[in-house]
Each structure stands twice: as C-alpha cells, then as structure tokens.
C-alpha cells in the first residue's frame, strides 16, 4: 500500500477548466449539416407552414428543411436585411439602413416604401399597424398609409429605439435643452401620448434598447459603469431603475426575449437566462458563452434556433439535453460510474480520475503509470472506488483521503462487479467468474466458472451470471449453478439489470428477456427486432434501454415507450450510461451529455403539412394544380414534395399511394423528395401523399392531385367503329373482288372452250386442206398406175403409207399439240408420198438441230405442212426441173424454235399469175393457220411468228420462197 497524494490535483485550474468548458445545450450548426449562405444573421422568424426565414448579411432567406431560397429585390440598395416581422395576414416584413421597406407576397420580395429621405442612413425601427406602418427615425414618428402610400408625422424627436405591445408603442426619445441631453421613454397609444420616464444626463445614453412583454418593459443603456436597466410596470406605467447582474454588467445586450417564465439576454458573450421576480434577474443559466446571439426562435418542434453575428445559425434540438467537451482533458474516457447523489467518476485512457458533480469537475486524481482504465466498481459503504486497469492491474481508491491502494491483480480486466452483501462481491474477467469473501482485506477467492464473463446482477438471494457460453443462477449461499435456458437455447446475455422482483436481459439474439418467478420470457416493449440493444439500467420503475437508434425510456408500471435520438440531439449511438439522482450521463471518449430526469426531457414531435411543391410533366415543369387533363403521350409524370421543419430530409419519412394502381401505401426512402411515373396508360390517377416524421404518432396528407391522361386514337370508340367499318370494307371489297375473279375465270374458261372450238375448227381446216380431192385423187391414181403396171409391192408401199398418213392426220387433228417429232414425222411421210406425184422430179431436206429435244418440244399440230403444201403446189409444180425443197428445224440465240420451209420454185409473183380468176385468195390453210396464230398469241399467250420472203437470184429474177415459223419452245 502506498500513496499517491502527490498525484491528486484539486487546483484551481480544473474549476478554471470546468467553467471555460461549460455545458452548452446540444446543438448542430446549420452551416455542417446544410449549405447555409451566410454567416452573419440579424433576425429568425418561423410562419404558419413552418418555412424559417432568415435576415442576413447577405439578404432575406428562407428554409424549409433541406434547402434555401433568397428572395430580393431589383431596386433594393443594400443585401443585409433587418427586424423581421409577421402583419396579422401572416405577410413577412422587413426593412434596410436605407429607409427601404419590404413585405413578401406571392413568393416575390416587394417593395413597399422607400423612406430614405426619412431615416438618412440609419436602421429605423417600425412598427404593423393596421391601416399604417409605423417608422421611427431621428426626426420623428411618421405613419404610413398601406394603400395611399401618405406619410404623416405624428411625434417630433429624435427616435432612438422603440418596443411595441399589443396596441401601445413605447418609444425611447432624446430631447436637447441647453446643456441637458433629456432621454426620455414614451408611451403612444393611438393619438395619445404619455411620458413614462425621463434620464437627465450631459452625455448621450449610448445604445438605448426597449424590450416589451406581457406586464414589463425593460430599457438597458451603456454607462460608463456599465449597463443599466429600468423597469416599467405597464399596469401603471411606473418606472423605476433596477440592480443590473454582474454577470451583465459588461455584455453588449443586442436582444432581450421572453420565454415562459424566463429572459434571456442574447449578448457578445451567449444567452443569458434569468428569473425576474419581485424586480430583480435572478440568474439561472448561461449557454452558447462564445457565440454573439442576436435572435432566438422556437420551432413547431421546439427546436431552438439561434442567429449569430458570426457563425451562422445554431440549432438546439432539446435545450434539456447538455453537452460538455473534454478536449481539454487530452485524453478519452473509457471507463464511468455514478457515486452517490449527482456524483460521477470518468477515467480515462491514461490513468486519469474526473470527478464530478452536478456536472463540475471538483477534482483529478493521476494513477501511476497512465494506465488505460477498464472498469470501476463503488463501494458506497467504505466509501471507496475500484479501479481495473486493462493489463494485470487494479487499485482502490479511497473517497475521503484519496489515497490509492495497489491491490496487484485482483481486480484486473474487470467486465462485471456486484455486491453479494457486505463481505462477499462477485468479479469477473474475461477468462474467469470470481467470488471474493473480504474482498478487500485478506480475501478469500472462489472460482466459480472458467469461461469470459459478459454482466452480472444479484436479486433474492441469487447471483446470475452472464457467461460466453450461456447465462447461469447461483445460490448465493452455496453457490449450486444452473443454467437458464430460453426455449432450450443457451444464452449470451450482454447487460443486466433489476428492477422491483424483475430481472432485465438484454441478448444478442433473443431480443430483451424477463426474469420473473423464476420464468424466462419476452419483455413486452415494442422494440424493433433488428435493433441491438447495448446496454440496461433500472431506474426504479424506469428501464432505460441504450441502443445504436438511441436511449429508451419504458416506463415498466404504465407500459409506455420514449426514445431520445438525434432529433433530440443525441446524434451517437448510446452504449454505456450512468444513472445519477437528478440525471442521466451518457459518456463518450471526448465528450459526455446531461439528460436532466424531467418530464420535458422528452419532446412531442409533430409532422408540417406536407405539400407538393412541383410538377413535372415529359420532363418539363409545370404550375402544381389539383387536376391535370393530358394527352395520351403526355404520361411521364414526376412530383416533388416537401414537408417542413428543422432537417425534415432526415426525419420525415414518405408514403405514396396511387389508388388505380396501388392496393398499399408505398415507402418512400428517407431523404427522398420526389416520385416519377415513367409511362402511364391512359386513365384516372389520383395521387395521394402523406408524411410523418419519424418520433410523431400520426402522419399528415397532403392534397391529392388527380391526372387524367387520355386514351390514344387507337383506344377511343370512334376509331374501333372506323377500324369495323373498314374491315367490313375490306370484306365487302374481297368478296367482290372474289366474285370478279370467279366470273372473270368464267368467262376465261368459256373462252377457252371458244378458242378449243376454235382451234378444232381449224384444225378441221388443216385437215381438209391436207386431204383435198386432187392429193387423195393424185395418191390413189398413183397406186392404180403401180397395180396396172403389175408394181404390186411398190403399190402395196405406196397404199400403207398413205394410209398411215390419213391415220396420222386424223389422230393429230384431235390435238391442240403435238411433239417436234411427231409433226416432223407426218411432213417426212407427206413428202415421199407427193415425191411420188412429182415423179420423182421432186428433191427436198429435213434438217433438224441435233441440240433440239424433239420428243419433248411441243408445237400446234400439223402447222408445218401446209407451208410445205404451198411450196409444192405454188411454188415447184410449174417448174419442169430442178425442183428443190429444204425444211430445217433450229434454236435461235433468243431460245425459240425456228422452223424454215423454202423453195426454188417460180416465186409468190408468178405464181398469182397462173391462178385461174376465180382462185384470187388465199389457200384456207394458210388462212387457218393465220388465225391459229391469232389465237396463241393473243389468247393463249404464246407468241408464234411467220414471216414469209420471196428470193432473188443475181439477175433480180425469183427464184423462190422462204417461210420462217417462229415459236417459243
């Protein structure tokens, strides 16, 4: 045992410390958590839809929980804007150095009155009347009509400050008479004027400011000594000089503001809060000590929003809530624990104990070695702390000598303490459960577990432990264990606490547990499943309930459920928390907070009406409206919403619905402002939107909009009847069409037999002509000549091929065509017959293209003979010799079938000579094959040609006839 008294500092420059670094409420500045324009403001108001608006250097701006909009002037001289007002419409006004007044309608900065001739340069205060506006200057009073724009003089002086209440102004005035400066305080109502107070002074009263409330007007002054104050009794309009605090004997007052039953000075030096009773301050609070406050608001949520000359804007989301920065300390706190009343103890990573109470650090005690301080244990009734050190370590402290007692090890790398009774306590480390009797003087150890110890707690007579491997009950007499199981799991069980006959569990993968009549089962406390809960304390019957989300209150008796988060405030996760007399310390490794056990700790948060702010239509912004009537293309639709309030895009969440398309209210991810509607069909949407913040009960909606999108073209009524129409069209058009075709198939096929006919007819013709009387007379002479003569095979020859020649003609006549070959065979057969006619004076050729597929070319049968007839007959039987006959049969360069007859007799000229008169026309097989050519090329489509050429020899003389028969194959 030693001591280490030299080690203890209780100096003066803690409490030095402690009061440089004093609590100030929570708070976030407006310019880290948003892109705040300015840093030097003058004034905050909030309106009716909860917009903040702001006058500052820069200008007039407006807030409305995400971003900001400045609003200016065309004509305005000067950016900084002062002394926001509200008329009784809810209109905001506010004015400049140059004399200029402004109100703000329909969301434009108007001009209303330049009165710079008035105030010549100097920031004038004014006053919302009725039908006037009100302007005090250093030449007087003037009232301006709010329609006419007339001004009119109503007090003649030099107008330094004023204050207005209700229907009274009360106007601080400097009169000169001689020597005397005479500041004298006015009270005018309506046409009436009363002196309240006159100061006597050789000097002028430097920066005179009246501030009107309820039943008091204060009027402060600077004086060589410093400030004064008066006050004024509005019940009887007496005055009288009151005490000024010492605490604001030297500040520079900007403002004065009443809130509840409080003052508070906004000054150089921060906030001053004070208690006026029986006319005197009595001093209360101080915050915001380094920040020059110029205006305060409260907020529909009652967040506090403090204006700056030089830092921008502060908000305070609980003034309950307190915090105190340990930078000074140079070190983090990584142990706590509450002692008796409002005292608490912080250690810290270098061995350092801060003591504290009622939130000031009293006094620091330094261990040896600057040892990272791991947990604490109190004994009250020796009044002494335990302290174990993170390495093989511990030592207590005695609380009323200070004096320091290394214990060795006994106490190290603690993780749970507790008191069994007066001479027995529990510890455990992270390899082993303890048991000490006489733990502080020749203790007796008990090992009761090998195994990393989480929490411990004692209630009726039992010890329970938490352990790695499961939670366990000891008898604390004989310290029997059981493990307590939860629906046949082990446990890990990080926090425990009592309250009443109820144990309190706080698991990692079961949620909060109950202990009650040796029964374990869930804790009835809506709480989310996926929350982890850090750790628990009883406060009698108060669980209070550390989590990442932030601390929980649950009452136990009344069943209800609060939670401070950081829209308290309290923007950190909560793990430790000690539970003091008066209050709640959360510490963290460089700074801890102050949660007061008042019932106005926790705040009732409420929802601004949200309202759609824009609409977008095919990407194109539009004027918000209710009901929008759109064209069938005109369906991308988006929205953008909004509802007010100190960081709404933190904690205001958004449902949607579109009731034709959504059965449930659609979620909206936080910090989410808008909806689009990519492609909607045609039909009736009704948009509906409600917003809710996050800690309130009840949401709030928002007007609906409807969107009628019209069906296409295609879709309406009169295009289904126009699509039937001319489908029945099409129909009635087919069907005749079809008829059409059927008749013209009709007529095609009487055509065809007419041709058929036709052709039959014809080839009847070619029959006829084939089988005149002279050739069958000239045959059948020819045979007798062969029989008288006694040629009896020659006659027997001659009679079978003329005989197959009458068969061919008749069987081809029944043919429209017959093969290459087949008609070719009848010409040869033909030929050797007239050979014989002509007495053998008769040469002739067939010469057929050995490249011609004769047995598969078709050609109108027995077409070629009666060109070969002709040749014959016309053209070699008036000559006596020679008589030549060529047929040859080719293909031409175009694919066609070529035939040419030609002969070397006397020529078409001299042939028509010989005719006998009554033979003057054309032989009626030629004529029949001219119509059959007729017939196939217009009818039949097949185009056959004859061209016919009389040849010549040297001498011009004939010397016969070509026929050249052209026909496709």
């Not at 906030?271 to 020059?292: A, I, L, P, Q, T």
Request: net charge neutral; aromatic share 12%.
């Amino acid at each position: 045992m030693y001591n280490f008294k030299t080690h203890i500092f209780i100096i003066a420059l803690f409490l030095m410390a402690a009061f440089v670094y004093a609590q100030n409420p929570v708070y976030e500045n407006m310019s880290d958590v948003s892109t705040l324009p300015d840093v030097e403001f003058y004034d905050i108001l909030e309106d009716d839809e909860h917009y903040i608006w702001f006058a500052a250097d820069k200008g007039l701006f407006r807030y409305n929980g995400k971003s900001y909009q400045r609003y200016s002037h065309p004509n305005q001289k000067s950016n900084s804007l002062f002394q926001l007002k509200f008329d009784t419409e809810n209109k905001l006004w506010c004015n400049n150095i140059y004399g200029q007044l402004f109100y703000v309608e329909n969301d434009q900065l108007e001009l209303f009155y330049d009165a710079s001739d008035l105030v010549k340069g100097q920031l004038a205060a004014y006053t919302i009347l009725e039908q006037h506006i009100r302007l005090f200057t250093t030449s007087g009073i003037y009232d301006i009509h709010k329609n006419t724009k007339k001004v009119t003089k109503i007090f003649d002086g030099w107008c330094i400050s004023n204050a207005n209440s209700k229907d009274s102004d009360y106007v601080f005035v400097l009169n000169k008479e001689g020597q005397f400066k005479k500041h004298r305080v006015y009270k005018i109502t309506g046409a009436k004027t009363t002196k309240l107070l006159e100061i006597k002074s050789l000097k002028l009263i430097q920066s005179p400011k009246l501030f009107a409330f309820k039943d008091e007007v204060f009027l402060t002054h600077k004086s060589d000594a410093g400030n004064i104050m008066y006050v004024i009794n509005k019940a009887d309009d007496t005055a009288e000089k009151i005490k000024t605090h010492n605490a604001l004997k030297s500040e520079t007052i900007y403002n004065l503001l009443n809130f509840g039953s409080d003052y508070w000075f906004l000054t150089t030096a921060g906030v001053f809060v004070f208690e006026f009773k029986e006319g005197h301050f009595n001093y209360k609070d101080r915050f915001f000590k380094s920040e020059s406050i110029t205006d305060v608001a409260i907020d529909f949520n009652q967040n506090y929003w403090f204006a700056t000359l030089d830092n921008g804007v502060l908000v305070s989301p609980n003034l309950n809530i307190r915090q105190t920065n340990l930078d000074y300390i140079d070190a983090k706190v990584t142990a706590a624990i509450g002692l008796n009343q409002n005292n608490f103890v912080l250690g810290t990573n270098n061995g350092k104990l801060l003591f504290y109470n009622k939130n000031q650090l009293i006094k620091s005690i330094q261990l040896p070695g600057k040892k990272i301080i791991g947990k604490f244990f109190y004994d009250a009734m020796h009044e002494q702390l335990v302290v174990s050190i993170n390495a093989s370590e511990s030592v207590i402290v005695n609380l009323n000598t200070d004096e320091i007692t290394d214990v060795n090890n006994r106490f190290s790398v603690a993780k749970a303490f507790s008191k069994i009774d007066d001479n027995t306590m529990f510890y455990g480390n992270y390899r082993q459960g303890i048991v000490y009797k006489q733990p502080f003087n020749n203790p007796e150890k008990k090992v009761l577990k090998e195994s990393r110890v989480k929490a411990s707690e004692v209630l009726d007579n039992h010890l329970f432990v938490s352990y790695i491997d499961g939670f366990y009950k000891y008898n604390t007499n004989t310290f029997v264990s059981e493990e307590l199981k939860f629906e046949s799991n082990s446990l890990l069980v990080n926090a425990i606490t009592k309250s009443n006959d109820i144990l309190w569990l706080a698991t990692q993968h079961n949620g909060l547990l109950k202990y009650e009549n040796n029964r374990l089962s869930k804790a009835e406390i809506d709480l989310s499943n996926h929350l982890q809960i850090n750790n628990i304390h009883c406060d009698g019957d108060v669980l209070w309930i550390s989590t990442d989300a932030g601390l929980f209150q649950y009452q136990v008796t009344r069943k209800t459920l609060k939670l401070l988060s950081a829209q308290d405030g309290l923007n950190t996760a909560v793990n430790d928390f000690l539970i003091l007399q008066d209050q709640i310390i959360v510490p963290l490794p460089k700074v801890f907070y102050t949660l007061p056990k008042t019932p106005d700790l926790f705040k009732t948060f409420k929802t601004s009406k949200v309202r759609v702010e824009a609409v977008s239509i095919n990407d194109r912004d539009t004027l918000v409206a209710s009901n929008y009537k759109l064209p069938h293309d005109y369906n991308k639709i988006g929205l953008t919403f909004n509802a007010n309030g100190f960081q709404s895009n933190q904690h205001v969440n958004y449902q949607y619905r579109v009731k034709q398309i959504d059965s449930s209210w659609q979620t909206i991810p936080l910090n989410t402002h808008f909806v689009n509607f990519n492609s909607l069909s045609s039909g009736t949407y009704t948009f509906e939107l409600k917003a809710k913040n996050i800690s309130a009960k009840t949401p709030v909606f928002a007007a609906p909009i409807t969107f009628e999108i019209a069906k296409p073209f295609w879709e309406t009524y009169w295009f289904y009847g126009l699509v039937l129409l001319t489908v029945f069209g099409l129909i009635w058009l087919y069907f005749r069409w079809r008829l059409q075709q059927k008749e013209a198939q009709r007529i095609a096929e009487i055509d065809k037999i007419l041709i058929d006919k036709k052709i039959t007819n014809l080839r009847l013709e070619n029959l006829r002509s084939q089988m005149n009387p002279h050739f069958i007379f000239n045959a059948l002479n020819s045979i007798q000549d062969y029989i008288v003569s006694n040629e009896k095979e020659l006659a027997s020859s001659y009679l079978v091929k003329f005989s197959r020649l009458i068969r061919m003609y008749l069987d081809y006549s029944q043919q429209n065509e017959i093969t290459l070959q087949e008609e070719l065979n009848a010409l040869k057969l033909y030929l050797e017959l007239e050979k014989v006619r002509f007495e053998d004076e008769l040469e002739y050729q067939i010469h057929i293209d050995h490249q011609l597929k004769t047995k598969q070319i078709k050609v109108p049968s027995l077409f070629i003979q009666p060109y070969v007839e002709n040749a014959l007959k016309h053209g070699l039987l008036h000559k006596t010799k020679d008589r030549q006959l060529k047929v040859e049969a080719k293909i031409t360069e175009n694919n066609n079938l070529q035939i040419t007859v030609e002969d070397n007799g006397i020529g078409r000229a001299q042939s028509e000579k010989l005719k006998r008169p009554n033979q003057q026309h054309k032989p009626f097989a030629t004529k029949a094959n001219e119509e059959r050519v007729h017939l196939y090329k217009n009818k039949l489509k097949r185009n056959i040609t004859i061209a016919i050429e009389d040849l010549y020899n040297e001498n011009q003389t004939a010397s016969g006839t070509k026929v050249v028969i052209t026909m496709p194959i």
